[in-house]
């Protein structure tokens, strides 16, 4: 988008956030075979895309678990893992990510609720060019579910609803980015 700070420079990275005040230690020791699998997934499927994962508020055994489990772990993803504090969490995020971007749960000004479609800004709204859903909800925003940006027979960006909805697959473009 142009209307970033500083267009020029692409946007090659990202930061995850975990909270992790909710997670017993029954919980956390379970996390070894999930830990396995995510460093997998992010090796394989986005290699050196990951900046950052904080997992936030934790409690001071998840450090020591995490001691253990780190050694499960590709050991490049594992030194891009930050544990914090509670009283870390907003100052250490504030330098990575803008406050109105940071989860209020986490210090910032962002409301935020799991489960909540993406809150596009007005600038890629305006850059998308939306189609007609099938089900007929209404354009200008994301459906439910994953969404995969494809380039066409034109060189330019699509939006594909993928996964699946009520058991039946789906393949069906949302938006298109440029003209």
Not at 20 to 34: C, E, G, N, T
Not at 98 to 112: C, H, K, M, V
Request: hydrophobic content about 35%; glycine content about 8%.
């Amino acid at each position: 988008m142009t209307d970033r700070p500083d267009p020029s420079v692409p946007v090659t990275n990202s930061v995850y956030l975990v909270e992790a005040s909710v997670i017993s230690l029954k919980q956390a020791w379970d996390l070894k075979d999930f830990a396995q699998d995510v460093s997998w997934i992010l090796a394989t499927c986005y290699p050196e895309t990951i900046d950052r994962i904080f997992v936030c508020n934790v409690s001071s055994y998840i450090t020591t678990i995490w001691g253990v489990l780190k050694k499960f772990v590709d050991p490049v993803t594992a030194e891009k893992i930050v544990f914090l504090k509670s009283n870390d969490v907003s100052p250490t995020l504030e330098k990575y990510i803008d406050p109105e971007n940071i989860p209020s749960q986490l210090g910032g000004r962002f409301t935020f609720t799991n489960g909540m479609l993406p809150d596009l800004d007005t600038g890629i709204r305006n850059a998308l060019h939306w189609t007609t859903p099938s089900d007929g909800s209404d354009t200008g925003s994301l459906p439910p579910g994953p969404i995969k940006w494809v380039q066409d027979e034109g060189g330019r960006r699509e939006a594909v609803a993928t996964g699946s909805v009520g058991g039946l697959q789906r393949t069906e473009r949302v938006a298109v980015l440029g003209s």
